[in-house]
């Protein structure tokens, strides 16, 4: 039996909570307050988000994958909002998230902030750190790596550090040896010139050499905004490293259109095989429609 798959990245949930720009005052919150005000509340629509929630469902897939920035400025209020979202949106155990950059925006105790999602990161197997947590929905394992760390003011990047990049690579050589489809899940790419310097990860050059040593077959990510397909030479195979658009961007805006990606993965004459398909926000239709529809292979 093949197993689905559905990605969506970056919702931005809005708009902000009345006050949530002053309350626990810190300069870098009211910065983003006012990038909210003038230019992110006019192109991250809930409402788009909120179609993109009702079409997944729609798709049925066996597993949800979410890869951050529910939040926008990391107000107390926001992660209170975001629980609830969540929890709207199914059980725990059918979806799995790792934080972004905005959910970590500036400083915030864990137990009021990603801590309340923590039900979403929970790890099937018996660790005692929180990252990388490992989930395993039949042949499928899931890996969720927190490369979101509190920036200064002029940075959106981040960093995994080397202890979770040594239970990183640890992990997928178990699970790999153990027959499992990785699928490693981060907010940021994974690998150097993939986002801005300001943007990236102060370790992607590590982190790629890990998945160059252990391999993994399938990366996903958000961050940029985009949608985006690079490919990493690894040891054990080519490995595929897919980022998705905001799940709540307008058609025409400043990035890509809202969309979400559906991975059929299934397994024949020993080898993997996966089913991409797109599903992209349609404006003049309020509605979502496959835009694109192919197998996940290196051809160059």
């Not at 905005?102 to 309340?116: I, T």
């Not at 040896?177 to 102060?202: D, N, Q």
């Amino acid at each position: 039996m093949g197993f689905s798959l559905a990605h969506f990245s970056d919702v931005h949930l809005g708009p902000l909570p009345e006050g949530s720009a002053f309350a626990n005052f810190s300069p870098k919150r009211v910065m983003g307050a006012m990038s909210w005000a003038f230019n992110r509340r006019q192109i991250h629509l809930p409402e788009i988000a909120e179609a993109l929630i009702s079409d997944l469902k729609n798709a049925k897939p066996d597993h949800i994958a979410f890869t951050g920035d529910l939040v926008n400025i990391a107000a107390l209020s926001e992660f209170r909002r975001g629980v609830e979202w969540l929890k709207s949106i199914g059980p725990s155990d059918w979806l799995s998230y790792v934080p972004g950059n905005h959910d970590a925006y500036v400083a915030v105790p864990w137990a009021k902030s990603l801590g309340l999602f923590e039900g979403y990161m929970t790890s099937d197997l018996r660790q005692e750190e929180q990252f990388p947590f490992v989930r395993m929905r039949r042949n499928v394992a899931l890996i969720g790596i927190n490369g979101a760390i509190p920036q200064s003011m002029t940075r959106a990047g981040g960093s995994v550090g080397q202890t979770q990049r040594q239970r990183l690579r640890e992990k997928l050589k178990s699970l790999r040896e153990r027959g499992f489809y990785r699928t490693v899940m981060i907010h940021h790419p994974p690998a150097p010139g993939l986002a801005h310097s300001w943007r990236s990860l102060s370790d992607a050059a590590e982190l790629k050499v890990i998945l160059e040593q252990e391999g993994a077959e399938l990366v996903i990510h958000g961050h940029n905004h985009t949608r985006t397909l690079n490919w990493l030479e690894s040891s054990h195979g080519a490995v595929p490293i897919i980022g998705v658009p905001s799940a709540s961007m307008i058609e025409g805006g400043s990035h890509e259109t809202a969309s979400w990606n559906n991975y059929e993965i299934d397994r024949a004459k020993g080898k993997w095989q996966t089913l991409v398909s797109i599903r992209q926000w349609q404006g003049q239709e309020k509605s979502f429609k496959t835009i694109s529809e192919f197998e996940l292979a290196k051809t160059s």
